[in-house]
Nanobody, 121 residues
Framework: QVQLVESGGGLVQAGGSLRLSCAAS????????MRWYRQAPGKQRRLVAA???????NYADSVKGRFTISRDNSKNTQYLQMNSLKPEDTAVYYC???????????????WGKGTLVTVSS
């Protein structure tokens, strides 16, 4: 079993910054891609940023230049540094990771429970 736990959400004024963390624990053999998604009220969950095990990143157009995804493989943790926040960034942010639990297992997707980010105008 694998658990992902997010932290770092909260209330911030427009133009401010927050740093989200997502720690993976449990029966982990290897973590492949790690991702952040967000879901605003009444909207679908959408990909915000992703990072491969080798460190290649990609971002949604709406956050390019403002958000930075990173990971610490020694801690099984990923981060999302969010700068120049806007009210439209308000959402529940979910972390996601592709995890193999043994050398010969499939890679399965795991999700955190989410952390709320609220940006006031």
């Amino acid at each position: 079993q694998v658990q992902l736990v997010e932290s770092g959400g909260g209330l911030v004024q427009a133009g401010g910054s927050l740093r989200l963390s997502c720690a993976a624990s449990g029966s982990i053999f290897s973590i492949y891609a790690m991702r952040w998604y967000r879901q605003a009220p009444g909207k679908q969950r959408r990909l915000v940023a992703a990072i491969t095990s080798g460190g290649t990143t990609n971002y949604a157009d709406s956050v390019k230049g403002r958000f930075t995804i990173s990971r610490d493989n020694s801690k099984n943790t990923q981060y999302l540094q969010m700068n120049s926040l806007k009210p439209e960034d308000t959402a529940v942010y979910y972390c996601n990771a592709g995890v193999a639990t043994s050398y010969d297992s499939d890679v399965n997707d795991y999700w955190g429970k989410g952390t709320l980010v609220t940006v006031s105008s």
